[in-house]
């Protein structure tokens, strides 16, 4: 398959060139020339596979090309080893619960399939660096998907204080392949340390270096598997149709839901939800896109002023304005509407949502109440982490205790390992070559 550039300036790339690459020289951003449709049976029969069995058919579709169906059997099994079930919350409306993996976020697909794909077209004996600036989720979901794979070594860094303790823990912990440096300064300088990194000549002559950025075609791919696996867990309960809200910020996770309807998966309406960061919302609306700074909300995961896969979203919808329209809606909400909201459904029906995935509920809600979708049609909002990485926001909010699941208790409670320096490229420099030199020996 070759991948194109969404700004047709830069050469089309093989898959490999536009994994390990990421973004295309005219930093538009890469997309697969065809998308085929999955035959008619695979959906007649999907309530009958495994989330796992989803996963290879969309995946094999998609790269059957370029890696071997038993490559991407072994990749898929590894990568999706948690489950993504839907949850009734009220009449109608479910669910779709993300956060079952190592980090308790949807960001788990996208980082562990991206590795395991990346291990794949390594060379044996080759060794690639990954560099990672992160403010909290993207690190330890990153961390955690290339912890282990051979051949592969991570460095993250974030800003000192500037990230939950509990993220902290996560980012710190992992020891074996991954590395943590905790820069005294803001994560605008850790991603400005990451950039001087990758331009630095020495460096990358010493180094393989790759980023993990969130905008990787292959992070996008396994975002589609849990819209068809929620399609399937909703025709066992004798549903036929669906509507699904995605909770955005970069709206990777959208398109990860338009590839799935690209493929064949039929789906009466998209929802896009945002915080006060509606630049989206608000094209939907006057198909006026204006990039914004972003606003800090208590849905921070979400705080974009400029989403990164806006290109992607065009594209997957013809470059249209009136498809897009037709296929997704937008809708917005303040901090007090999300905190109302986290409150009103725990206190109705005790389930706990951390404030993105509220947002996606109450735009789902509104939606479901204000059209006639009949008995038959279920809508599906995206829970995109669970509540208690949003503890501080949510425990006082629903005025209720929030248990810490097992997995993460044995994080909070391992040694911190991180090395503290002070946001200058040289030390930062200094730092990698040594480290460089330590893997080799
Ligand atoms: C990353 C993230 C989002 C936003 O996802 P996009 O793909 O960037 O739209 C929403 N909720 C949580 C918890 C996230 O970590």
């Given at each position: 398959m070759i991948y194109y550039s969404t700004k047709r300036q830069a050469e089309e790339a093989s898959l490999k060139k536009a994994l390990f690459k990421g973004l295309p020289e005219d930093n538009g951003l890469y997309m697969p020339e065809t998308i085929a449709k999955l035959p008619q049976e695979f959906f007649d029969n999907?309530?009958?596979?495994?989330f796992q069995d989803i996963a290879y058919e969309v995946t094999n579709t998609i790269l059957g090309g370029d890696v071997p169906s038993e490559e991407i059997r072994k990749i898929v099994d590894d990568a999706v080893n948690f489950d993504a079930p839907i949850v009734k919350v009220v009449d109608q409306i479910y669910s779709l619960e993300l956060f079952h993996g190592p980090t308790l976020a949807f960001k788990d697909f996208g980082a562990r399939f991206m590795a395991r794909l990346m291990s794949y077209f390594l060379d044996k004996g080759e060794n690639l660096h990954i560099l990672v600036a992160t403010s909290g989720d993207t690190g330890s979901a990153v961390a955690q998907g290339f912890?282990?794979?051979?051949g592969i070594q991570v460095t993250i860094l974030y800003p000192q204080g500037k990230v939950s303790p509990i993220q902290e823990q996560q980012l710190t912990t992992n020891g074996g392949n991954i590395k943590a440096v905790e820069i005294e300064g803001t994560f605008d300088d850790c991603q400005r340390l990451v950039k001087e990194a990758f331009l630095d000549p020495e460096l990358s002559e010493a180094l393989n270096l790759t980023s993990a950025n969130s905008i990787n075609i292959s992070r996008l791919i396994p975002q589609s598997f849990y819209y068809f696996n929620a399609f399937a867990q909703l025709k066992r309960e004798g549903f036929k149709k669906v509507v699904f809200c995605t909770p955005s910020g970069n709206f990777g996770n959208l398109c990860g839901g338009l590839i799935a309807n690209r493929m064949g998966?039929?789906?009466?309406n998209f929802i896009a939800a945002t915080n006060s960061n509606k630049v989206v919302p608000v094209y939907l609306k006057t198909e006026v896109f204006q990039p914004k700074t972003s606003i800090s909300t208590i849905?921070?995961?979400?705080?974009?002023?400029?989403?990164?896969?806006f290109p992607r979203l065009l594209e997957l919808t013809g470059n249209s304005y009136e498809k897009l329209i037709k296929r997704i809606s937008g809708a917005w909400y303040s901090d007090d509407d999300t905190e109302a909201t986290m409150k009103e459904v725990y206190d109705q029906t005790q389930y706990v949502m951390c404030p993105h995935t509220a947002i996606a509920y109450k735009a789902l809600k509104e939606y479901m109440d204000g059209n006639?979708?009949?008995?038959k049609t279920a809508g599906v909002f995206l829970s995109?982490?669970?509540p208690v990485k949003f503890v501080e926001i949510v425990e006082p909010v629903i005025n209720k205790k929030i248990e810490i699941p097992q997995r993460l208790q044995e994080i909070i409670d391992r040694p911190k390992e991180a090395t503290l320096m002070p946001a200058d490229f040289k030390q930062f420099k200094k730092y990698l070559m040594a480290e460089t030199e330590l893997v080799k020996s």
């Open positions: 999907i309530e009958n596979l495994s912890f282990g794979v051979e998966l039929k789906v009466e849905s921070n995961a979400m705080d974009v002023g400029n989403p990164s896969n006639d979708l009949g008995k995109t982490a669970h």
